[in-house]
Structure formats: structure tokens, C-alpha cells
């Protein structure tokens, strides 16, 4: 009988590693570009599915970026958030919507009260599969969007992607005063309210 219970014990172990394992091989990792990394967390925290936000900096040329550097534009980055996500929960093309939501596409090199190619709004995909549909996407939305201005989001591979520092990570939520002053006098949901019809989050 004891043997019986270590057998299925193993078992239950077995099972519950598998488990663990199909669901961390089915995750995929998503990199969007929209102004101030501390705003575009929390939109996609808030998805049922999205399992982590990390703030970043994609598509420069120097490794190991600094806030600083990128910030001053000279390593060619832009700040961006890396998510990891679910797609039995959660599609790749919800978290299109969602991102075109919370981003200004109509200004190549500026989003809101920052400006410079460090603040760029870009997709930057992880597959093939992506890459079709963030430029199916993008097609959409110059046709049928709500505003006059033409799309200038950028569509890239996603190459390396460097974590930004402890101190940017989940910034609203450590800082939420300081973080709300920011939104409002950066007029990011202002801005937002005029494309969208929404305030954005």
C-alpha cells in the first residue's frame, strides 16, 4: 500500500511537471512601442492572459543600453515593453488592438510630450505569424482609422531586447501619484481622447 502511494505520488509529480512544461512552451513573448515605457504597462497588465510587462529598449545598436543613453538618443533604441502572454488566453491580435489604442501612430519620432527616436512608436515582432498580422493590422487601421494622419508606426523584427532598470519596472505601480502627474501634463490621454475617442489603459 505504501508503495502504491509513492507510485502515485510520482505520478502526480510527473504530471504536474508536464503540465508546467506545456504551458511554459505554449507562451509567447510580444515588444510594442509607444512613448514612455511606464504607460504602456499597465494597458496590458490588465489583460486576462498577459503574464508579465517588462519595461525595455529594442532596435538600438548598443548593448547594455542605459536610461540615460537611450533617453539622450544616442544608442538608436527605443523604449518599449516586453510581454509574455498566453495565446490560448489571450491573441496576438487583441494585443494589436490594444496597443494601437494606447500609442499615437501618426508621429514617426515622437509620442506625446517626448520626442526623439527613442520615443518612436514601433511593433516589433517575434515570429513570421507576427509580422503578418501586425502588418495586416497596420493595413486595417489606415483604412478604416479615425483620424485624417497617416500611419507612421514602424513594423521590425524584434532583434535584442534590454530590460530597462529595476526603478522602471511596474513604475505606476510603485509610483501612481507620480505616474498619473506624468500622463496628464505629458497629455498622453488627452491625445489619446482625440484619436481614439478613448482615454487610453
Known amino acids: ?53 517588462t519595461s525595455g529598449y529594442v532596435g538600438g545598436f548598443k548593448e547594455n543600453p542605459t536610461y540615460q543613453e537611450v533617453s539622450a538618443g544616442e544608442t538608436g533604441h527605443t523604449e518599449a515593453v516586453q510581454l509574455v502572454f498566453n495565446p490560448e488566453k489571450v491573441s496576438y491580435e487583441t494585443l494589436l488592438g490594444v496597443y494601437w489604442r494606447n500609442s499615437d501612430p501618426t508621429t514617426a519620432n515622437r509620442q506625446f510630450c517626448d520626442v526623439g527616436s527613442q520615443y518612436r512608436p514601433g511593433i516589433f515582432y517575434h515570429s513570421e505569424k507576427q509580422r503578418t498580422l501586425a502588418e495586416d493590422s497596420k493595413a486595417t487601421l489606415q483604412k478604416n482609422k479615425p483620424f485624417k494622419q497617416s500611419i507612421m508606426t514602424e ?42 475617442g478613448n482615454k487610453g489603459e
Request: charged share 20%; net charge negative.
Open 155 to 196: 513594423i521590425s523584427p524584434v532583434g535584442t531586447f534590454w530590460p530597462a532598470e529595476s526603478y522602471h519596472q511596474n513604475y505606476y505601480l510603485k509610483n501612481p501619484v507620480r505616474y498619473r502627474f506624468y500622463r496628464y501634463n505629458c497629455g498622453r490621454d488627452q491625445r489619446l481622447q482625440e484619436l481614439w
Open 1 to 53: 500500500m505504501r508503495e502504491l502511494g509513492i507510485l502515485c505520488m510520482m505520478l502526480w509529480v510527473s504530471t504536474m511537471v508536464f503540465a508546467n512544461e506545456l504551458e511554459k512552451n505554449s507562451l509567447e513573448k510580444a515588444t510594442f512601442a509607444g512613448g514612455c515605457f511606464w504607460c504602456m504597462e499597465h494597458p496590458f497588465d490588465a489583460l486576462d492572459g498577459v503574464l508579465s510587462t
